[in-house]
């Protein structure tokens, strides 16, 4: 069975600076994705940023990329130039290959300071 | 508004009483998947279906849980009996056909606290 470790709760960064948030995972397969969803107060998750594993390439997606170390099993979440809007609840989640349920991380709490 | 809908978004009701959530997926996404998120956790798998058919189900979905996709459209999930552990988020999630990206799309979720 695979697992999602988020080991930081919560996180605060101030306006225009950058975050990393930390995701580490366990599986012993070889092809899957990884994602990182944001769920803002009371309002429903969104995808922020995917990584197919077979890519060494690092996603980014404007503000967001991510550091995706296969070998390490780290996927962490590097938030540029943060803005209000960024303060939610981010969450880490693997899919394997081939398979359709997506396994979450318990999540950590961006707070973004004026 | 095309999204992933749920209703209701909030639900109070007593020990032991049965409810009912309805999740409309966006059109043309066949696959629909339910998650449940206690306090501090994140979503945790329930169910899932393919059109109408129900693939997988996870432990956690007690036979005191059950969900629906009659005509492969909308779902429903209903638990009967409620217990006070089963006060979460339920959240609904869509997908189209293979070969996309792999995305699920979340709708708002159904608040269900019992008391």
């Known amino acids: 069975a695979q697992t999602v470790t988020q080991s930081q709760p919560e996180m605060s960064v101030q306006e225009a600076e950058t975050v990393t948030l930390s995701c580490t995972y366990d599986t012993s397969e070889s092809d899957y994705y990884l994602f990182w969803y944001k769920q803002p107060p009371s309002r429903q998750m969104i995808l922020v940023i995917r990584q197919e594993a077979y890519k060494q390439q690092n996603a980014t997606e404007n503000r967001f990329s991510v550091n995706f170390q296969k070998a390490a099993k780290s996927f962490s979440l590097k938030i540029s130039d943060s803005q209000l809007g960024d303060a939610a609840m981010y969450f880490c989640a693997f899919l394997l290959s081939g398979y359709s349920t997506l396994t979450f991380g318990k999540g950590t709490m961006l707070l973004v300071s004026p | 508004d095309t999204g992933v809908s749920q209703n209701p978004r909030h639900k109070i009701t007593k020990r032991g009483q049965n409810v009912t959530f309805r999740c409309d997926p966006i059109?043309?996404?066949?696959?629909l998947y339910w998650y449940r998120q206690t306090l501090g956790q994140g979503p945790e798998f329930l169910t899932y279906?393919?059109?109408?058919?129900?693939?997988?189900k996870s432990r956690l979905l007690s036979d005191r849980f059950s969900a629906e996709r009659p005509k492969g459209s909308f779902s429903t999930l209903e638990i009967q009996r409620t217990e006070q552990g089963d006060s979460a988020m339920y959240l609904c999630?869509?997908?189209?056909?293979?070969?996309?990206?792999?995305?699920?799309?979340f709708g708002p979720g159904t608040r269900l606290t019992v008391l």
């Open positions: 059109s043309e996404h066949n696959r």
């Open positions: 999630a869509s997908t189209p056909p293979s070969g996309g990206s792999n995305e699920q799309f």
């Open positions: 279906f393919q059109n109408e058919a129900q693939l997988e």
